[in-house]
């Protein structure tokens, strides 16, 4: 390989598995992987087996390749880096043995997760039991689909062969994410063995975290670039901004990864910082989806040279969301904003609006709805916090109408309520506040509907100059 490509420099087949991975997309082969691979170079305990739940591709990618993955920095002069960290690469339908081995091996201290928000079979706080996933797992636990399910199923044979708990660190864009999953893992727990949700409500530790990095998909441009610059394919590469940030609860019963030693911040103030980052880059990266999917705009930096659209979003940032948020001693919103604003300009980096438009129902909750409901209980006004979620409806409404897909986990109500959109706010913004997995109490909150109806009148009919008028006067 060409020097400019970082490599491992540790031993890799020196190195120990001590962590399961479920959910090993782009973002945690970009982000957590990358952390590891550092830590390896400083301790050998501390390789991933990484777990897909439902689906084999990245396994068949990346088995045949030893676990090893190109990693691109996008900044002006791209740096190709391969890492190591990832051992061994599981698909749990095909391997649950395999798998099970792996959660019960006293080497495996830590659990780490990015399955995304809908992972996490919530409904509102806690665990959606209904969730044809769960259900399903409370038939039957020895046989489990989901990510909770295994996490419970783990437990249970380490508690049955008197063994300690791994660590169970969820590394979600949720707020409150380890305190979450913590509820909805005993909740489940509980249905299945009291005995087993004690120990685990007393053994096992949940920490709570907060991840940072931008990461657009794979895309053939990278896949090119890889290509020529190493002079071998590699089957999934994946891309990243050169910032990345991780935050993590210091809550480790059975022993912790010496991560500050690769730049991971142990912290106690930890809510401060989920909430900051999602409210403040999360919520505003939806805004400039939905907004700017409606003004013909495809990627984020594109959406910030749209001089209304990036004003829009400053103002929303400084604005709205910044008064409303507790944070931690010493931290400097101001300054946080102004980063959060150059990163989503880097001309480096084509990072879809539409990659991010994926899952509203399950990003707009904790991104922007919990922004709102904070202003209201505070008495400021919601008026521009409330473009971006009727932006959202707009952009269901279209996707409708031209038959469009969907991602979304609630695509069938949401489309069925975008095929009903006449309009009309009154009758729109009532129709899609039904959605209450979405909306919540805020559904009957008279200030709110009001607001939403009035941002979702000035965005009508939701194409480019309505939007632009809208924008203009916000
Ligand atoms: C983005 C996030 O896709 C999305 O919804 O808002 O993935 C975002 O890029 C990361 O959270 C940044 O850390």
Excluded at 257 to 265: D, F, I
Aim: charge should be neutral; charged fraction near 20%.
């Amino acid at each position: 390989m060409p020097a400019q490509v970082g490599r491992p420099v540790y031993v890799r087949a020196a190195t120990r598995i001590g962590v399961v991975h479920f959910g090993p997309g782009a973002f945690h082969r970009a982000h957590q992987a990358a952390y590891f691979d550092d830590l390896l170079a400083i301790d050998p305990d501390w390789a991933i087996c990484a777990v897909s739940l439902h689906n084999p591709g990245v396994r068949d990618a990346l088995q045949p390749q030893d676990g090893l993955y190109t990693l691109a920095l996008l900044e002006e002069t791209v740096r190709l880096r391969v890492v190591g960290a990832i051992r061994e690469v599981l698909c749990a339908p095909q391997q649950r043995k395999a798998v099970m081995a792996r959660l019960v091996d006293p080497q495996v201290r830590l659990v780490t997760l990015t399955i995304t928000e809908k992972g996490y079979c919530l409904s509102g706080d806690g665990l959606d039991a209904a969730h044809p996933d769960i259900a399903r797992d409370l038939v039957s636990p020895e046989q489990p689909i989901s990510a909770i399910g295994w996490l419970v199923a783990g437990l249970r044979e380490r508690r049955a062969r008197r063994l300690s708990p791994y660590t169970v660190l969820s590394c979600d864009n949720l707020a409150d994410n380890g305190g979450r999953l913590r509820r909805a893992v005993l909740d489940y727990a509980r249905r299945i063995d009291r005995g087993l949700a004690a120990w685990i409500e007393s053994e096992v530790s949940f920490p709570r975290s907060m991840v940072d990095s931008i990461t657009p998909a794979t895309d053939d441009a990278l896949r090119t670039r890889v290509a020529s610059a190493l002079g071998v394919a590699d089957a999934w590469p994946v891309q990243r901004e050169p910032y990345s940030q991780w935050v993590v609860e210091d809550d480790f019963r059975h022993g912790r990864p010496p991560l500050e030693r690769v730049g991971v911040v142990f912290s106690g103030e930890i809510a401060g910082y989920d909430r900051a980052k999602l409210r403040l880059l999360n919520g505003p990266h939806s805004a400039l989806a939905y907004l700017g999917s409606l003004l013909g705009l495809d990627t984020v930096a594109r959406a910030m040279r749209d001089p209304a659209l990036a004003g829009f979003v400053e103002r929303l940032m400084r604005e709205d969301i910044v008064p409303t948020l507790a944070l931690p001693a010493g931290f400097d919103a101001q300054a946080y904003v102004d980063a959060i604003l150059s990163r989503f300009r880097n001309p480096a980096i084509r990072h879809l609006l539409s990659q991010i438009a994926w899952d509203g129902s399950q990003k707009i909750p904790v991104r922007l709805l919990g922004t709102i409901a904070d202003a209201l209980a505070a008495g400021h006004d919601i008026d521009r916090l409330c473009l971006p979620v009727a932006g959202w409806l707009h952009f269901v409404a279209r996707q409708a109408r031209s038959g469009e897909a969907l991602v979304d986990p609630l695509q069938a109500p949401l489309l069925e309520a975008g095929r009903r959109a006449t309009g009309d706010a009154a009758h729109d913004v009532e129709t899609f506040l039904r959605l209450q997995p979405v909306f919540g109490a805020l559904a009957g909150d008279a200030r709110f509907v009001e607001a939403l109806r009035g941002a979702y009148a000035t965005l009508a009919p939701g194409d480019a100059a309505a939007v632009a008028l809208a924008l203009a006067a916000a």
